[in-house]
């Protein structure tokens, strides 16, 4: 059943949560992939093809709230944001995606496209203070599937190699069977680490500036400025404390200082990847 | 006698010269020697619509361009000043502070020339955007200005620019919408994923129940691996037993490269004679089948052991000397053999 586009959005732009019984998901999913393919071919007028990308993005987040959260949602949400004019929303929604599937390559390509697309001052080495280093680990690199593949892979050989010495009491085969144990170890050590490693940072929680702001010493419109150039929009950091409407961040080459609240639009809780 | 008409003629300079003073005095104390020198009254000054200009007959009027105008233009409209004998002095009326312009009107000065001197008249422009449809005119200006040759009292008169001037002010045409500016974006930006399968929950994320699976299915595989080759190989399982037996490996490993060897029967003799006198403590000199025969029947071995292996030896000298013999393949595969049931012995 097709729910009249005007309708819908009038649901979504209601909130998040809104009220059960609304749209499924199969008409949520439809009304967003309309509103995208109508910004498509609303290419060459960007403001009404940036609205109708904002109705698409709108849907997309709503099935991300309601729990789907798989790589292609998670990519469509970004573009979704992205030609809507939404650079911030942009970056969280990929931010969210490479939480829930770290692995996934082209999550990671956005981001490092739409990090690239913030409009750091084309003097001074802001960009050097503020943005973030690309994160590298086996769980960016392989994804649970391979990895139980591969290990799934070894674990059986090991056990082929012992079978075969049993048959043949040639030690060569033992030494086989030991090699990819030893294999197996390296593998799982490294996953334990890499876990290890997004677990300490989940312990911060990250923000997105949602536009231009100056950088303050203080939680005060009076404290001076950290920085000479203001923070553009888009910039990733790592939220300390918040006090008084004031958020203190830390930039990721490390300087400190705090920004409005309002400025700032945050992460929502991140799955962990699971094996 | 000739100092006397002197000072006459002194007394009488000096009492000139002292009227003169007095005259002077006089016309300085007088209001009207502020008309000489062209300065304005305080005195008397009306405080509304008097804008400094002196002068006789000072005339002021709109020239109104155009007439006619759209709800959201403007026209232009020139106040000129005439006849005025300061015209360097005169200020610039202030539109917006009268209500009958600022109703009507948005006002814009504009910025008017510098008044040259000797001028004989002075322009001020101002920039009127109609507010709404109804304004209809420009409405008339009252102007004070000073007239010295006037009697004390009426020398400030008041004029005006004459009746109000018409307009017409015309619906604004329809606003054309701006240019549409294309969407600068990347081509890979309007490329998505649809479909069913953008409502998954999973990221790809494997249960336990994989893990669990690969992890027991290893060593269930090789478990069955191990007990269909038992079962389809039996003699390979006995012969794998005397793998156990450092010799005997090594013994089969020779009788197994012996294929590649210049003379087979050769090889896979002496492998199994160097097999023999690893196992047992063969005299040198047992080199021949029957001595080595009767060599391993001191040691104690079983008779039927001990004829097999001189046979298996016969067996390799009638393959190294007759043509027609066993072939190497079928040697090895007794070696092997022999070799299995002396290690299972």
Known sequence: MRVPGIALALVLSAGPAFASPGPTDAEILAFAEESFSQGVNLRDDSRKARSAFAQSATGYDELWQRGHRNPKLALNRAHSHRLAGNLPAAIVALNEGIAVSPWNRSLQLALEDARNAVAYPLTGDLVTQCRPPATVGISTRMSPIEAWVIAGLMWLLACGGVARFAMTRRPAWLLWGVVCVVGLAVLGSAWWQDSRERQHAKEATSVVLAHDVVLRKGNASTYPARLDAKLPRGVEARKLVERGGWIQLQLAGGIVGWVPASAVLGLRELEEPQL | ?345
């Open chain 2, 1 to 345: 006698m000739k100092d006397e008409p002197r000072t006459r003629a002194d007394k009488t300079c000096m009492a000139r010269r002292l009227s003169i003073a007095v005259i002077c005095f006089g016309f300085i104390l007088h209001p009207s020697s502020f008309i000489l020198s062209q300065e304005v009254p305080l005195v008397g000054q009306p405080t509304e619509d008097f804008y400094g200009a002196a002068g006789s007959g000072v005339k002021v009027a709109w020239n109104v361009e155009p007439k006619e105008v759209t709800e959201d233009g403007e026209i232009v409209a020139t106040l000129i000043i005439s006849n005025a004998s300061n015209p360097t002095k005169i200020t610039r009326p202030d539109l917006k502070k009268l209500p009958a312009f600022s109703d009507r009107f948005v006002i814009t000065d504009n910025a008017d020339p510098k008044v040259p001197e000797g001028a004989t008249e002075v322009r001020f422009s101002y920039r009127l955007r109609p507010r709404n449809r109804q304004t209809d005119q420009v409405p008339t200006l009252n102007f004070y200005y000073f007239n010295p040759a006037a009697p004390a009292g009426k020398q400030f008169k008041l004029t005006n620019t004459g009746r109000a001037i018409p307009i017409t002010v015309t619906a604004a045409p329809p606003k054309l919408p701006p240019a549409p500016i294309p969407l600068a974006e990347a081509d890979h930006l309007f490329v998505i994923a649809t479909g069913p399968a953008l409502l998954n929950r999973g990221s790809g994320a494997l249960g336990g129940w994989a893990w669990w699976g690969v992890g027991l299915a290893g060593p269930l595989l090789a478990l069955g691996w191990y007990v269909a080759w038992r079962r389809l190989y039996p003699d390979a399982q006995r012969l794998a037993k005397i793998h156990r037996s450092r010799a005997a490996r090594r013994a089969v490993d020779a009788i197994q490269r012996a294929s590649h060897a210049a003379e087979p029967p050769a090889a896979i003799a002496a492998a199994l004679l160097h097999y023999l006198r690893a196992r047992f403590p063969l005299p040198l000199g047992a080199v021949t089948p029957s001595e080595i025969g009767e060599a391993l029947g001191e040691l104690g071995m079983p008779t039927a052991d001990r004829e097999a292996v001189a046979g298996f030896f016969r067996k390799c000298d009638t393959a190294r000397f007759s043509p027609s013999s066993d072939n190497a393949m079928s040697l090895a595969t007794d070696a092997r053999a022999l070799i299995a049931l002396l290690e299972a012995a």
